[in-house]
């Protein structure tokens, strides 16, 4: 399993303050079959995380786990609010993409849909693709999950997120991953985990819940094959995964 979206860096944002606790919660990530963990800390204003610090913390991190026997391959990106999207240099953003190509952006609950399509259209100018995080925590897209297509058909991926699946989130965002996912609208599906206790890693429960619907393939797919097929896209070897380009390790 390839976890694109999580927080599991240490001291960097919302994710664990420690790296003991970074280190628990890489172990509760294995545990639910997580191989490769795409580490995207936030990049806004409340946290304005440098490259730099993700490098360094990344750096600590997979130390920790070697010395705790733990396997797990770690890739440095970011999560963009759509503001910073916007308006950041455009270098500064491709320094903190996937492979200088591939860009998390999140969708929260006031994001307005055009807004990230000026968004998606300003990083493809650039060459770098988009992929939006947990639309389903948008109150437009809740409303009508037909919004979401005119984003896909531009080349952005639609991730939603374990905890919406699981019911661990508000019951509207629940509703409306589930509904993205039965209509087809969903590329990726990932954790946004941010600690081993504290909104922790909850693919064990989605994975259950997402094979009972539609069957063991559709999750290999939105959590195997399609994050596979997006990281070797940018240049990665997923065996042992060192992407390429400066957002790698």
Do not use: K, N
């Amino acid at each position: 399993m390839i976890d694109t979206h999580c927080h599991l860096l240490p001291e960097v944002d919302d994710g664990p303050p420690t790296v003991d606790e970074a280190v628990a919660l890489a172990w509760a990530m294995t545990s639910q079959g997580v191989e490769v963990a795409v580490c995207t800390p936030h990049w806004s204003r409340e946290f304005p995380t440098s490259h730099g610090q993700s490098a360094a913390a990344r750096a600590v991190l997979a130390d920790a786990l070697q010395r705790a026997d733990i396997r797990l391959d770690l890739v440095v990106s970011a999560e963009l609010t759509a503001v910073v999207a916007a308006t950041a240099p455009l270098d500064d953003i491709r320094e903190r993409s996937l492979g200088g190509r591939v860009v998390l952006v999140e969708m929260v609950g006031d994001s307005l849909p055009a807004h990230v399509s000026a968004v998606t259209r300003r990083l493809a100018g650039a060459g770098m693709s988009t992929v939006l995080a947990h639309p389903e925590r948008c109150g437009a897209v809740q409303s009508d999950p037909r919004l979401l297509d005119h984003l896909r058909d531009e080349g952005a991926y639609v991730q939603v997120v374990a905890p919406s699946l699981t019911g661990y989130r508000a019951t509207r965002e629940g509703d409306a991953a589930w509904e993205l996912l039965d209509r087809g609208r969903v590329d990726l599906i990932a954790s946004d985990a941010h600690g081993s206790r504290r909104r922790p890693c909850q693919l064990d429960a989605a994975e259950v819940l997402v094979t009972e619907r539609f069957g063991p393939a559709a999750w290999r797919e939105l959590t195997g094959d399609a994050p596979r097929r997006l990281l070797e896209s940018i240049g990665a070897t997923v065996d042992g995964i060192v992407p390429a380009g400066p957002a790698g390790s």
